[in-house]
C-alpha cells in the first residue's frame, strides 16, 4: 500500500509573486526563483499573514531575533526590510506592499490570496547514491565518483528539486540498505541509483530512479557513449530524470541543462582526478589537484572547469597555509579569470575570485560582489554560501553570515568544513556556548578530525574553562601537527596563565618549517596574551606577507587585548576594515 500523497502548505500570491511556504521560496511571474535570506523572508510571511495590519517592530523583534541576539536589532531589522524591498522592486517613498509606519512598524498593503495547491504524489526531492563502478579497476573509483558529482550538479540546477549533496549521498558508498530506509535518514523522497564502466574511450551509465516511499521503479535507462560527449550524457540522464519526476524546469534552468561542450577524453580524466583531490580538502589533496587541473588545461586551455578547479585548489592551498599567499592566491585569481573569459557563468570561478580577493587582497567590497554572483547563479552551490557567509561575518555582518552559514550546512549537512566553519564565525560572534554545541555536533560526525577538538578548546578557553580547554587542545593536537592546532593549543596555554608552556608552543610551531609565513598569525595570536610588543611584530609581518588568515583580525576574539591599541585599529584600517563593524 503507497504511501499518502502531501498535503501542500499555502502559497501565498500578490501581484507577479508568490509565496511557496513549504519550500520557504518567493518566486517571481510563476518561475524565477528570487533567494532571500532567513530574515527578510520571516518579515514577509508574518507580514503576508495579516495584511492591511500594523506589525510592530516589537514584535518582529520577538518573533524572529532570539532574546539573546548578539547584533545591534535595529541594524538588523532595517537591513532586512532593506533587502525585502529589493527583492520586491519596492521602495520606501512610494511603497507598492510594504509601508513603513515611523517608530510604529511597517504594513502590507497588497493584495495577497492564498491558494492551497491539491495534493501531490510527485517526486520533490532525490538522492543520487553514488554509481557503482563496474569497471573493476580501483583506480576508476574516482571516474565513478565523478560522474556521481556531475549528475548531482545537473541535478541541483532545477530549482523544484531538493538534490542531496555530494558529502552527504557520498556517505552512503559501498553501504547496502534498504532504500526505504536511506530514503528516510536523507529526508527524501526518490532515489537514483546506478553503475558506471569506463572502457577506453567508452562509457556506459545505467541508472534507474525509484520511488522510495513505495519501492516503485519508476524509470531505468542505459546510455552508452563516446568519452568525448561525457558532459551532453550527464545533462541528457539529468533532464529525462526531471522529465520522469514531472517537476518545472524553469527556460534558464533548460538552457543550463543543454548547454554542453564536447569535451577531451584524457583533459576530463585529469578533471575528475582534480575534483577527487579538491574534494579530500588535504594539503597533499590540494596539490595533487593543482597538477591534475593544469594537466587537463594543458590538453585543453579552452576547459573552463578546469581553470576554476585550479582556482579553488589555490586558494585553499593558500588559506591553509600549504603555499605562500603569493604562490597560491595570485595564481588562483588568474585561474579563476581566465574560467570566466571563456564562460561568465561558472558560479566556481565567481566563489574562487572572491575568496581570493578578500584573503589576499584584502578587497572585501569586490570580494562580496564575485560572492553574491557566485551565490545567484548557483543558490545551491554550497561552497560559494560558506565562503560568502565568511565574508559578511569578517565585516561584521553576522545576521546575514551566520544565515549563509546555515545554508551551506542545510545544502550539505555532513560537511566537516562547514560544520566547523559555522561553529568557528558562532565563536568569532561571541556566542561560546552555541559554538561549542555546534562544536560537538562536528566532533560527533566526524569523531576522527581535530577540527571538532579545537574549536571546544579555544570556546572553553575564553569562558574560563581552562582544564577542559587545554584537554580539549592537546587532544586536536594528537590529530595533525598543523599550524592551527598548534596555534590554538599555545593561545590555550598564554590564555590560562601557563606562560612557559605557551612559550615552548610559540617555540615550536617558529621551527615548524622553512617557511615562516605559515606561523606568524598563529603567533602573533599566542603572544598577544603574553607579549603585545612581539604579538605585533608578528601582525605586522603577517600583513606584509598576506597571511589568509589576517581577513579575520577584525573579529577573531583571540586578539581582544590588543583590540584597544592604537596599532591594532590603524592595522585594521590599512587592510580596508574601514566602515565595517567589529566584534
Same mark, same amino acid.
Given at each position: 500500500?503507497?504511501?499518502?500523497?502531501?498535503?501542500?502548505?499555502?502559497?501565498?500570491?500578490?501581484?507577479?509573486f508568490e509565496l511557496d511556504q513549504e519550500a520557504g521560496e518567493l518566486r517571481k511571474e510563476g518561475g524565477k526563483c528570487i533567494r532571500l535570506q532567513d530574515q527578510p523572508l520571516q518579515i514577509l510571511r508574518i507580514l503576508l499573514e495579516r495584511p492591511g495590519e500594523i506589525i510592530t517592530r516589537?514584535?518582529?523583534?520577538?518573533?524572529?531575533?532570539?532574546?539573546?541576539? %548578539?547584533?545591534?536589532?535595529?541594524?538588523?531589522?532595517?537591513?532586512?526590510?532593506?533587502?525585502?524591498?529589493?527583492?520586491?522592486?519596492?521602495?520606501?517613498?512610494?511603497?507598492?506592499?510594504?509601508?513603513?509606519?515611523?517608530?510604529? #512598524?511597517?504594513?502590507?498593503?497588497?493584495? =495577497?490570496?492564498?491558494?492551497? =495547491?491539491?495534493?501531490?504524489?510527485?517526486?520533490?526531492?532525490?538522492?543520487?547514491?553514488?554509481?557503482?563502478?563496474?569497471?573493476?579497476?580501483?583506480?576508476? /573509483? %574516482?571516474?565513478?565518483?565523478?560522474?556521481?558529482?556531475?549528475?548531482?550538479?545537473?541535478?541541483?540546477?532545477?530549482?523544484?528539486?531538493?538534490?542531496?549533496?555530494?558529502?552527504?549521498?557520498?556517505?552512503?558508498?559501498?553501504?547496502?540498505?534498504?532504500?526505504?530506509?536511506?530514503?528516510?535518514?536523507?529526508?527524501?523522497?526518490?532515489?537514483?541509483?546506478?553503475?558506471?564502466?569506463?572502457?577506453?574511450?567508452?562509457?556506459?551509465?545505467?541508472?534507474?530512479?525509484?520511488?522510495?516511499?513505495?519501492?516503485?521503479?519508476?524509470?531505468?535507462?542505459?546510455?552508452?557513449?563516446?568519452?568525448?560527449?561525457?558532459?551532453?550524457?550527464?545533462?541528457?540522464?539529468?533532464?529525462?530524470?526531471?522529465?520522469?519526476?514531472?517537476?518545472?524546469?524553469?527556460?534558464?534552468?533548460?538552457?543550463?541543462?543543454?548547454?554542453?561542450?564536447?569535451?577531451?577524453?584524457?583533459?576530463?580524466?585529469?578533471?575528475?582526478?582534480?575534483?577527487?583531490?579538491?574534494?579530500?580538502?588535504?594539503?597533499?589533496?590540494?596539490?595533487?589537484?593543482?597538477?591534475?587541473?593544469?594537466?587537463?588545461?594543458?590538453?585543453?586551455?579552452?576547459?573552463?572547469?578546469?581553470?576554476?578547479?585550479?582556482?579553488?585548489?589555490?586558494?585553499?592551498?593558500?588559506?591553509? *597555509?600549504?603555499?605562500?599567499?603569493?604562490?597560491? %592566491?595570485?595564481?588562483?585569481?588568474?585561474?579563476?579569470?581566465?574560467?570566466?573569459?571563456?564562460?561568465?557563468?561558472?558560479?566556481?570561478?565567481?566563489?574562487?575570485?572572491?575568496?581570493?580577493?578578500?584573503?589576499?587582497?584584502?578587497?572585501?567590497?569586490?570580494?562580496?560582489?564575485?560572492?553574491?554572483?557566485?551565490?545567484?547563479?548557483?543558490?545551491?552551490?554550497?561552497?560559494?554560501?560558506?565562503?560568502?557567509?565568511?565574508?559578511?561575518?569578517?565585516?561584521?555582518?553576522?545576521? /546575514?553570515?551566520?544565515?549563509?552559514?546555515?545554508?551551506?550546512?542545510?545544502?550539505?549537512?555532513?560537511?566537516?568544513?562547514?560544520?566547523?566553519?559555522?561553529?568557528?564565525?558562532?565563536?568569532?560572534?561571541?556566542?561560546?556556548?552555541?559554538?561549542?554545541?555546534?562544536?560537538?555536533?562536528?566532533?560527533?560526525?566526524?569523531?576522527?578530525?581535530?577540527? #571538532?577538538?579545537?574549536?571546544?578548546?579555544?570556546?572553553?578557553?575564553?569562558? #574560563?574553562?581552562?582544564?577542559?580547554?587545554?584537554?580539549?587542545?592537546?587532544?586536536?593536537?594528537?590529530?595533525?601537527?598543523?599550524? *592551527?592546532?598548534?596555534?590554538?593549543?599555545?593561545?590555550?596555554?598564554?590564555?590560562?596563565?601557563?606562560?612557559?608552556?605557551?612559550?615552548?608552543?610559540?617555540?615550536?610551531?617558529? /621551527?615548524?618549517?622553512? *617557511?615562516?609565513?605559515?606561523?606568524?598569525?598563529?603567533?602573533?595570536?599566542?603572544?598577544?596574551?603574553?607579549?603585545?610588543?612581539?604579538?605585533?611584530?608578528?601582525?605586522?609581518?603577517?600583513?606584509?606577507?598576506?597571511?589568509?588568515?589576517?581577513?579575520?583580525? *577584525?573579529?577573531?576574539?583571540?586578539?581582544?587585548?590588543?583590540?584597544?591599541?592604537?596599532?591594532?585599529?590603524?592595522?585594521?584600517?590599512?587592510?580596508?576594515?574601514?566602515?565595517?563593524?567589529?566584534?
Open positions: 500500500m503507497g504511501e499518502k500523497s502531501r498535503s501542500p502548505h499555502p502559497v501565498v500570491r500578490f501581484a507577479c516589537d514584535e518582529l523583534r520577538h518573533k524572529i531575533w532570539p532574546a539573546d541576539t %548578539f547584533v545591534d536589532f535595529d541594524h538588523g531589522i532595517n537591513n532586512a526590510i532593506k533587502r525585502l524591498r529589493e527583492a520586491l522592486g519596492d521602495t520606501a517613498e512610494t511603497p507598492r506592499y510594504i509601508e513603513t509606519l515611523p517608530r510604529r #512598524g511597517y504594513r502590507f498593503v497588497g493584495q =495577497p490570496k492564498v491558494e492551497i =495547491p491539491a495534493p501531490t504524489n510527485r517526486i520533490q526531492s532525490l538522492a543520487v547514491l553514488p554509481l557503482e563502478n563496474l569497471s573493476r579497476d580501483p583506480d576508476q /573509483e %574516482f571516474f565513478a565518483d565523478g560522474m556521481t558529482e556531475a549528475l548531482i550538479t545537473n541535478l541541483a540546477k532545477i530549482s523544484a528539486l531538493h538534490v542531496v549533496s555530494r558529502t552527504s549521498a557520498m556517505y552512503y558508498k559501498g553501504v547496502h540498505r534498504p532504500l526505504r530506509e536511506i530514503a528516510r535518514e536523507l529526508q527524501v523522497d526518490g532515489i537514483v541509483e546506478g553503475t558506471v564502466t569506463r572502457s577506453g574511450q567508452r562509457v556506459r551509465i545505467s541508472a534507474q530512479l525509484i520511488d522510495a516511499r513505495t519501492d516503485a521503479h519508476l524509470w531505468a535507462e542505459i546510455y552508452d557513449r563516446d568519452l568525448r560527449d561525457v558532459l551532453e550524457l550527464q545533462s541528457e540522464v539529468a533532464r529525462t530524470i526531471a522529465s520522469e519526476v514531472q517537476v518545472k524546469v524553469s527556460p534558464l534552468e533548460q538552457t543550463q541543462l543543454t548547454r554542453t561542450r564536447s569535451v577531451d577524453p584524457e583533459a576530463y580524466e585529469a578533471y575528475l582526478k582534480g575534483r577527487h583531490y579538491w574534494n579530500m580538502r588535504t594539503g597533499e589533496g590540494m596539490k595533487q589537484g593543482l597538477v591534475c587541473f593544469q594537466k587537463a588545461i594543458e590538453i585543453d586551455p579552452t576547459y573552463a572547469a578546469a581553470h576554476a578547479g585550479l582556482a579553488d585548489s589555490a586558494a585553499v592551498l593558500g588559506w591553509w *597555509n600549504f603555499a605562500t599567499a603569493e604562490q597560491s %592566491f595570485v595564481r588562483a585569481k588568474e585561474a579563476a579569470k581566465r574560467a570566466l573569459s571563456i564562460d561568465p557563468t561558472l558560479a566556481e570561478a565567481h566563489a574562487s575570485l572572491g575568496f581570493s580577493l578578500m584573503h589576499y587582497d584584502f578587497d572585501f567590497a569586490g570580494a562580496e560582489r564575485s560572492l553574491r554572483k557566485a551565490v545567484e547563479i548557483d543558490p545551491r552551490y554550497a561552497t560559494a554560501a560558506q565562503w560568502c557567509g565568511i565574508l559578511l561575518c569578517c565585516t561584521g555582518r553576522y545576521e /546575514e553570515g551566520l544565515t549563509e552559514l546555515r545554508r551551506a550546512i542545510r545544502l550539505d549537512p555532513l560537511s566537516l568544513i562547514f560544520g566547523w566553519t559555522y561553529a568557528h564565525f558562532l565563536f568569532f560572534a561571541g556566542r561560546y556556548d552555541d559554538a561549542i554545541v555546534e562544536g560537538r555536533k562536528v566532533l560527533a560526525l566526524h569523531p576522527n578530525s581535530g577540527f #571538532g577538538r579545537q574549536l571546544l578548546g579555544i570556546s572553553w578557553a575564553v569562558k #574560563g574553562v581552562h582544564d577542559q580547554a587545554i584537554s580539549e587542545l592537546i587532544e586536536a593536537r594528537r590529530f595533525g601537527r598543523i599550524p *592551527n592546532f598548534l596555534g590554538s593549543l599555545g593561545f590555550g596555554y598564554a590564555t590560562v596563565g601557563k606562560s612557559k608552556e605557551a612559550l615552548a608552543i610559540a617555540k615550536e610551531l617558529h /621551527e615548524f618549517s622553512d *617557511n615562516p609565513y605559515q606561523t606568524a598569525y598563529w603567533m602573533a595570536m599566542i603572544y598577544a596574551n603574553l607579549d603585545s610588543e612581539e604579538a605585533f611584530c608578528w601582525l605586522e609581518k603577517a600583513y606584509l606577507e598576506r597571511g589568509a588568515q589576517m581577513a579575520y583580525l *577584525n573579529i577573531d576574539r583571540r586578539f581582544d587585548r590588543l583590540r584597544p591599541d592604537p596599532r591594532f585599529q590603524d592595522l585594521l584600517r590599512r587592510m580596508n576594515f574601514n566602515g565595517f563593524d567589529a566584534i
